[in-house]
């Protein structure tokens, strides 16, 4: 939840200064620079604890500690694709498809509830994060000019 948090609060931000500076707001260039903001942070956690992460992974995946740093570096990649005019289009699919791939993990901290570090122990927690996961998709694909929904148009 925290990563939403960050990724909220960066938006709401960007769309402040947006605001202030030009007297508009650009929402998906606001809603880029907030999850850049978050990918960055957590991407870098990823490679700088990576043990926090590995008892999330489900037992079938192998090499756990290799797809986290894996995941770390695809999250640091995705945030700097975002930023880059033209690397958002295929960055916004590319972190679509991360956000599917890394919702097993998700979906096994809500059926085990598995104490990791830095997160709440309660069970609710980790099944209140699950309708998040949509989001994100969404989150990156409108970001990105993928997608224009649910407005008609979208500034690039």
Avoid at 86 to 102: D, H, N, Q
Avoid at 113 to 138: K, N, S
Wanted: glycine fraction near 8%; hydrophobic fraction near 60%.
């Amino acid at each position: 939840m925290a990563f939403f948090a960050i990724m909220g609060v960066v938006t709401l931000a960007a769309a402040a200064v947006q605001l202030l500076a030009i007297g508009f707001v650009d929402y998906p260039a606001a809603m880029r620079w907030g999850m850049a903001a978050a990918l960055l942070l957590f991407g870098t956690d990823h490679l700088v604890k990576p043990a926090r992460y590995l008892p999330m992974m489900p037992n079938v995946v192998p090499y756990p500690r290799e797809i986290v740093l894996f995941t770390g570096l695809c999250e640091i990649a995705g945030a700097i694709g975002l930023l880059i005019p033209l690397l958002r289009w295929a960055a916004g699919l590319a972190l679509a498809v991360y956000f599917v791939c890394v919702f097993p993990a998700n979906i096994k901290n809500a059926l085990q509830g598995q104490q990791i570090d830095g997160l709440p122990e309660a069970r609710w927690y980790y099944w209140a994060r699950l309708p998040f996961q949509p989001l994100a998709i969404w989150w990156a694909l409108f970001s990105a000019g993928v997608t224009a929904w649910p407005l008609s148009h979208v500034a690039a």
